[in-house]
């Protein structure tokens, strides 16, 4: 399902308009109060920190925004056909593919924003963390687009297992530097204490904010989590309620995956507005269970990064820093039987599970029984035993 150019959204989707209970403050990480714009100007332009906060229902995309995303988006809708004969399911389904940025991945969708008001503000430099280089290679790439430098600190053990990412990001002109650095006081402090780190993604981001914070002409852009990065990718969920309509179906059940949350969120909340408008929708959130941060572990403050230099958010860490950063706005605020939330974990296949097993992950069975064509009675039963 191909949209045309035009059906390129014209505004952001903000949830937070919809949302019945608003999430916590997010607390300064020296006064343990609650941060307010000041705070965090050192880091991010201020149209992105008002974004963060507001309760607009829907913010206006910049024209030379939309205009960078066209070179891709929309993004096409595709039907899961041999899927669908795999599991032998009555069911149609479908997938948004974004793969088909130029980074491969649905990150550029707020590295292009977040470059965009950097620029606006003055600044002429952005700094981030990558693990696996998705997310560097698309800040590499809207900094190329907008004529910024980009600083990217990327975990080292990547850094050494994926040199075609790294070339990725220096093709594109960003400057990439193996996490922990000696160019950081946050990186020389891991290094002191163990010169073989490997590195994570809460060091590297200690390391971009460090960089960011020391320096007037650059601001720190985060690829997930946040916000105002939920906000960007709501272009994903938008332009899927269109192509659904071009198919001539709406879903029963929207499923996505979360490590930070964006993926999910920009899918998933423009169906959960059609849900707050009264629609019949399930929407899955699909975790991982060797990280699982919907499902279990207590919700509670914590930091974003080793060094403890951001900013805490309100989150569930059951094996706190293995994977930095959830954004509440996945778990705590959605109401309750409005999402739900599934632990996938690799397994060893077994026969009977079919295509679930031969792929060696069991979408804890729901998403298999979901894609199987009883998805609505059965859903139910799993949205009312997972917690949301
Ligand atoms: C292609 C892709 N999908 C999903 C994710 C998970 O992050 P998020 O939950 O923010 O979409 C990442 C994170 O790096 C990613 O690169």
Not at 52 to 75: G, K
Not at 142 to 167: D, F
Not at 200 to 211: C, F, N, Q, T, Y
């Amino acid at each position: 399902m191909l949209l045309p150019e035009s059906g390129l959204p014209e505004r952001w989707y903000n949830i937070a308009a919809d949302m019945p209970n608003r999430p916590q403050p997010v607390l300064h990480p020296g006064t343990g109060q609650p941060v307010g714009p000041d705070d965090l100007a050192p880091l991010f332009p201020m149209e992105l920190i008002l974004q963060e906060v507001s309760e607009a229902p829907e913010i206006p995309i910049p024209e030379p925004v939309r205009e960078i995303l066209r070179l891709w988006r929309p993004t096409p809708l595709f039907r899961a056909h041999r899927l669908e004969q795999a599991l032998g399911t009555k069911s149609r389904i479908f997938y948004k593919y974004e793969g088909v940025s130029p980074a491969g991945s649905h990150k550029p969708n707020t590295a292009v924003a977040q470059a965009y008001y950097s620029k606006q503000e003055g600044r002429e430099r952005l700094a981030t963390e990558t693990g696996a280089g998705q997310w560097g290679s698309a800040l590499a790439l809207a900094c190329r687009l907008l004529g910024l430098e980009c600083k990217v600190y990327m975990v080292k053990v990547s850094y050494h297992q994926k040199p075609y990412r790294r070339s990725m990001m220096e093709t594109w002109g960003a400057s990439v530097v193996a996490s922990p650095s000696e160019e950081t006081r946050a990186g020389r402090t891991i290094l002191e204490a163990d010169p073989d780190s490997r590195g994570s993604l809460g060091i590297a981001i200690s390391e971009a904010v460090e960089d960011a914070a020391g320096r007037e002409d650059t601001a720190y852009a985060l690829g997930s989590v946040l916000n105002h990065v939920l906000l960007h990718q709501t272009v994903i969920g938008q332009e899927a309620l269109a192509q659904m309509e071009l198919a001539g179906a709406f879903p029963d059940v929207v499923i996505g995956c979360v490590g930070g949350g964006s993926n999910f969120a920009g899918l998933a909340f423009p169906f959960i507005r059609e849900k707050v408008s009264g629609k019949e929708i399930d929407v899955l959130a699909c975790e991982p269970a060797a990280c699982p941060t919907l499902t279990r572990g207590p919700y509670a403050y914590d930091f974003g990064d080793t060094g403890q230099l951001t900013p805490a958010r309100a989150h569930a860490h059951p094996r706190p820093r293995l994977r930095p950063g959830r954004n509440p706005r996945r778990r705590a605020p959605l109401p309750r039987r409005r999402a739900a939330h599934l632990s996938a974990r690799p397994r060893r296949p077994r026969a009977r599970r079919g295509l679930c097993a031969e792929r060696r992950v069991r979408f804890s069975g729901h998403l298999c029984r979901a894609a199987r064509g009883s998805s609505r009675r059965r859903s139910r039963r799993t949205r009312s035993t997972a917690p949301s």
